[in-house]
């Protein structure tokens, strides 16, 4: 797949035709909307993107759809935007109880698996356990050997019972409810409940390929950093550029004009 700088002239172009058609404007949350640290309890939405992110929610419909757990991510989004859906997409209004309840029993049984023989282990190796109550996440930015570390944990994640569905992130490796649809299945329910037809979304890892990987729906992808099996078809260097790109499509909306119209126009004068 050729893939474009989602603010290059191709990239540009896709974002104008955005704005006269009903999207759904879908972001992740960690690494896309607010930089990566390894402080997660710290993470925040910068003032000025907070901002944007508002303008933007005036004129279109859009949601936030993080791994992070709804109590966590609600209070960092300050109602920046309507629709907020945790826990890569267990957590929102069209999951029904039940499947609610499932996911719970499920992460019950894997902490007591991974705390119990296999605890010592996981500390010894640097991984932190995130029980997200719905769904778990285990992180390893500490360790010396990152690649080993997240091979044995893969295996060890596989051989739970029930099994989980794993899906991979920034040195962390997420376990699922298997009959879970993640992030794919929860932007595009949501983007058809609202009665919308398209969808565009940027996220930065694996669970934001699965939304990518979408059959249909979705009409733009972006990916944060240019990676070479990304489904997305367009992506920005890092996660800085966001900011960009919302404050492009507030402003096409609007139709006020773009900072290269502005100098294009200049330049003509000059030489009127």
Same mark, same amino acid.
């Given at each position: ?48 993107? +907070? ?10 419909? %859009? ?61 010894? +190796? ?41 899906? !991979?992130?920034?040195? %962390? ?6 009959? +879970? ?6 932007? !595009? ?10 969808? !565009? ?72």
């Amino acid at each position: 797949m050729i893939r474009h700088h989602a603010l290059s002239p191709e990239g540009r172009r896709k974002l104008r035709s955005l704005v006269t058609q009903p999207i759904l404007y879908g972001f992740d949350f960690d690494g896309t909307l607010a930089a990566l640290s390894p402080d997660r309890g710290g993470v925040r939405l910068s003032h000025s993107v +907070h901002e944007w992110l508002t303008e933007l929610r005036k004129r279109a419909p %859009c949601a936030v759809i993080s791994g992070r757990s709804l109590s966590d991510l609600s209070p960092r989004i300050n109602g920046a935007v309507r629709h907020v859906v945790g826990n890569h997409g267990l957590e929102s209004p069209l999951t029904t109880p039940a499947d609610l309840r499932l996911a719970e029993d499920a992460c019950v049984a894997w902490k007591r698996a991974l705390t119990g023989d296999a605890g010592p282990a996981l500390a010894h +190796h640097g991984v932190e356990l995130e029980d997200k109550r719905y769904t778990l996440t285990l992180h390893y930015r500490g360790a010396t050997k990152p690649t080993e570390v997240r091979l044995a944990l893969t295996v060890l994640l596989n051989s739970l019972t029930p099994r989980p569905r794993l899906t !991979f992130g920034h040195a %962390c490796v997420n376990a699922l409810p298997a009959a +879970h649809g993640g992030k794919g299945a929860a932007a !595009f329910t949501l983007m058809r409940r609202l009665g919308l037809t398209g969808l !565009f979304y940027i996220g930065d890892d694996g669970a934001d390929e699965e939304v990518f990987a979408l059959p249909r729906g979705v009409i733009m992808g972006i990916r944060v950093g240019h990676v070479a099996e990304s489904q997305a078809e367009f992506y920005v260097d890092h996660q800085g550029e966001v900011e960009d790109v919302i404050r492009f499509l507030v402003h096409r909306m609007d139709r006020t004009p773009e900072a290269a119209d502005i100098e294009q126009s200049k330049r003509a004068q000059q030489t009127g």
